[in-house]
């Protein structure tokens, strides 16, 4: 497989959710709640486990839908 294939799935709600509860990026990784690459790949587009969207939920009493969403590539690309 050459390249990185970006995921259709979008975090953006999650950094609003985590910034709106108070959440940091500091505060993410002191208390292991998931790794700093795993953090970068949630930043970047990339695919994380469903381990480390368990562990955001629990940490932000949400559920999956409320930090991350689906986005079609071809109506994206359009």
């Not at 985590?18 to 695919?47: D, P």
């Not at 562990?55 to 969403?69: T, W």
């Amino acid at each position: 497989m050459k390249g990185v294939r970006i995921m259709p799935i979008r975090y953006d709600k999650l950094f609003a959710l985590m910034k709106s509860k108070g959440l940091t990026t500091y505060r993410v990784r002191k208390e292991n709640i998931i790794s700093q690459s795993t953090l970068q790949k949630l930043r970047e587009g990339k695919a994380v486990s469903t381990e480390s969207i368990s562990n955001l939920c629990k940490a932000l009493g949400c559920q999956p839908g409320d930090i991350m969403e689906y986005v079609d590539d071809e109506q994206d690309g359009e």
